[in-house]
């Protein structure tokens, strides 16, 4: 099989930066497979893009997968490639690869792209995804090993990505938005192993406090289970807790943004 | 010829449920060509996805096409796969598979995907593009017979999708708008064959009476047919007729919405 | 290898019109590698259009490249494939391809399309990339000549497309805004070459004066190098003049619109 290579960026689709990294991969590793995860990351989003890239990747085939949400592009942060289990993963070094990475079993190996012999010489300060991402990510489906991508870079120093985390207070789990999807639909920071401990039972209601305002939900297993318009609290397909209104907007209807604070309160 | 999937949804392409299918599909099926048609349907607007559809597949390779435009995911509407002469549709049974059929030869068998064995278990309640349509498309495309996708169904419990039709009104046809694009141009419910009896004359000028408005129009060829700015009527690349405004967007300067009544007068 | 075919239109994703070319592609040449360059170039831009074939080829293989940014779809402006040193073009005459024909070491061979043996009959008025464009690239990529795509055209015939060129103004250069990308990242045209000329120093500070306001920036090498907030003058990945606002949006500080005059004067 030829290998496979994702991309997930925050490039949007609007101008030609992804067809040029489609360019470049297919110049230097031409068999190869591309998938596009996704490029409508919200612009140097790195926490959005990184729950986006863990999820995504246990569904794809193992392959080079690379990911640019990269404020800090030109600057000091490093470029790097890591081995995971069965996974290759290449981006910058801002926290974007990890919980992609630890659910993928984990950093096996780590290089610095810096001195890489795979560049796009003359590397520009600013499309790194063209000059130094896609190539690398290119050399390496097409056979190279990672070891050859760059200077060897000890696990520790990888930047991590901090992550709020839910807690309880009284009756209820306080928790976090951390993602909100085209439909409006909420994920919050509160994984299937978060909810025997969350004091949230399936089939009953429960209060949602978003910054100034309280709607009634129901906690249950999809869309169709409540009325149209009505908010539900459910499970969604990587089994995490998020909000959603039946045929609605729950962002919208809750005035959620990413990292704010939702309180479930059971009645 | 590997085989071909295409794919036509209301996923969006801000989030990474478009990549995740393909990464499911790359997975069952890696020599699989899959095409994507437009996951740009309006969401829930099964009427769109469903003559977006129709408009496409005479101009695809034949092979698995799937569609998910799904406002009832997880509830009781079935999941379906059919076979049609050449062409294979999956995807739900809420009438948007059904004007496409009937276009490529009608459907000559259909299965329930309910106990499939190809579902990617556990079944999401919420995701059935990567846990239901996109795994049966793969496995389809990879050989499997439609047989052997889940249990039989009888063609007259298929789902039916209800079109307004045209009719005359005196000198007037009373058509309706079906579709807007991204231009603004604005497909109506009239096709090349119901032209003769519309009482419309090729070459000659016209009243568009929409909703609270009416604007003068000729029944061209092309846009450049008219001065930029004014309004046209014409057969659209499916031989269907649609208004547009040379330069211009029709349906915001008729204020048309998808199902809004369009009275055509010849003067 | 198979044959590359690259797509780049302002037809958008919205619609299924996009994925009905790679449908066409698909029927007649299904070896071919097919890469999306954008297809958000703004409706009817055709300098926005021509600039972004010219900077993204380069990084693509070599083969057949379809641009279709066309108003005049329909009237008389004619279809072309043009012959480059080692890749070929197929478009509307409007100028879209001839910057990228130009960077890529000019027109050797012309060809006019308009009865061509691969179009797709019956011609619609109003849909060439489905008609006309992707069925003639598709059979050059198969394998066909370009000179059997067509009448042969006469290169001084072909339709130019005129860019703005910068000028001295005492001590400042007098740019022109060309591109605005979805950061609001601003091109000028002024490239790598112009600068000797131009009066700017790297590493300098100066002030930009948009149509009715003035800001303060630094000509510098990437975004970090100011702080978040401020604007910068750099080479932009294409080696182009542009403006930036680190981590911010440059288009809306300036209120820039394309075409618009940009001043350029050191302090």
Do not use: K
């Amino acid at each position: 099989m030829p290998a496979t290579v994702t991309l997930l960026t925050d490039y949007g689709l609007q101008d030609e930066y992804v067809g040029v990294c489609h360019g470049v991969i297919a110049r230097i590793a031409p068999e190869a497979r591309v998938i596009d995860l996704t490029h409508g990351v919200p612009r140097h989003a790195i926490r959005s893009g990184a729950l986006a890239l863990r999820r995504a990747l246990p569904f794809t085939p193992p392959g080079v997968h690379v990911a640019v949400v990269d404020p800090g592009v030109g600057g000091p942060r490093r470029g790097i490639a890591l081995r995971c289990v069965d996974r290759l993963l290449v981006g910058p070094d801002n926290g974007l690869l990890i919980p992609a990475a630890e659910h993928l079993g984990g950093v096996e190996e780590a290089v610095d792209l810096a001195s890489s012999p795979w560049l796009l010489e003359p590397v520009s300060a600013t499309f790194h995804g063209r000059d130094v991402f896609a190539p690398v990510a290119a050399a390496i489906a097409g056979g190279a090993a990672v070891a050859e991508a760059g200077d060897p870079l000890a696990i520790e120093e990888l930047a991590a990505l901090e992550l709020p985390r839910p807690r309880r207070d009284g009756d209820a789990l306080v928790a976090h938005a951390l993602l909100v999807d085209v439909y409006g639909n909420v994920t919050l920071n509160v994984r299937h192993e978060d909810l025997p401990a969350s004091g949230l039972a399936f089939g009953h209601s429960l209060e949602v406090t978003a910054p100034g305002r309280t709607v009634h939900a129901t906690f249950t297993g999809t869309f169709a289970d409540v009325p149209a318009g009505e908010l539900l609290v459910y499970e969604d397909a990587s089994r995490t807790l998020a909000l959603a209104v039946n045929r609605g907007d729950a962002a919208a209807e809750l005035q959620l943004e990413p990292d704010d604070e939702v309180r479930l309160t059971p009645r």
